[in-house]
């Protein structure tokens, strides 16, 4: 099995930054993706950003200039650095990763989500 636990969460004022990082564990065999979703309530989880093994990423038109997403390998650990927040970014966080892991099955996995609020 695969776990993803992620942190970095809180509250923040407008125009602040925070980081969320998420590491993953388990029977990995190779990670071929990672990522970073959000949920809004009353709203469908859509993408924020994500990283594929070759180091391409691609994110939601909303967040370009202000957020990064990196990874780490070596740790299995995918980061967003969240600048220049606003009202608007406030939602459930979640990672996700598409793993093959070493019993041979592949899949997607979620990590819990982290609440992230930008509020004044």
């Known amino acids: 099995q695969v776990q993803l636990v992620e942190s970095g969460g809180g509250l923040v004022q407008p125009g602040g930054s925070l980081r969320l990082s998420c590491g993953a564990s388990?029977?990995?065999?190779?990670?071929?993706?990672m990522g970073w979703y959000r949920q809004a309530p009353g709203k469908q989880r859509e993408l924020v950003a994500r990283i594929i093994s070759g180091g391409t990423t691609d994110s939601a038109d909303s967040v370009k200039g202000r957020f990064n997403i990196s990874r780490d390998n070596a740790k299995n650990t995918v980061y967003l650095q969240m600048n220049s927040l606003k009202p608007e970014d406030t939602a459930v966080y979640y990672c996700?990763?598409?793993?093959?892991?070493?019993?041979?099955?592949?899949?997607?996995?979620w990590g819990q989500g982290t609440q992230v609020t930008v509020s004044s």
């Open positions: 388990g029977s990995i065999l190779r990670i071929d993706a």
């Open positions: 996700n990763a598409a793993v093959q892991t070493t019993i041979g099955f592949t899949g997607n996995y």
